[in-house]
């Protein structure tokens, strides 16, 4: 059963940083896409970052610049987060599928997913 455990997430003042991180429980080159994405209280959900096994990344217009995707060679992925926002605030969940996706930053195609971890940001 493939599981994703994100961690990371805090409170933060506007403009600081924080990394979170998402441990697979198997080899990530598993899946062919792995991303980031998050949910606002009343909103939908929205993607935020994506990683590719060949490593093609794509980001929201709302984080490029701000927000780096990574994976590391094991079974991790990171989103390191600088210049936080308080639009920025909500919960960051970590997605993966071993398919390829017609739209990686798309929130439905996703088969796995993480608890989500909470990323508040004050002004």
């Known amino acids: 059963q493939v599981q994703l455990v994100e961690s990371g997430g805090g409170s933060v003042e506007t403009g600081g940083s924080l990394t979170l991180s998402c441990v697979a429980s198997?080899?990530?080159?598993?899946?062919?896409?792995m991303g980031w994405f998050r949910q606002a209280p009343g909103k939908e959900r929205e993607g935020v970052a994506t990683s590719s096994k060949y490593d093609m990344k794509r980001y929201a217009d709302s984080v490029k610049g701000r927000f780096t995707i990574s994976r590391d060679n094991a079974n991790t992925l990171y989103l390191q987060m600088n210049s936080l926002k308080p639009e920025d605030t909500a919960m960051y969940y970590c997605?993966?599928?071993?398919?390829?996706?017609?739209?990686?930053?798309?929130?439905?195609?996703?088969?796995?997913w993480g608890q989500g971890t909470q990323v508040t940001v004050s002004s």
């Open positions: 997605a993966a599928d071993e398919r390829v996706l017609l739209d990686p930053l798309s929130a439905t195609d996703y088969k796995y």
């Open positions: 198997g080899p990530i080159y598993n899946y062919y896409y």
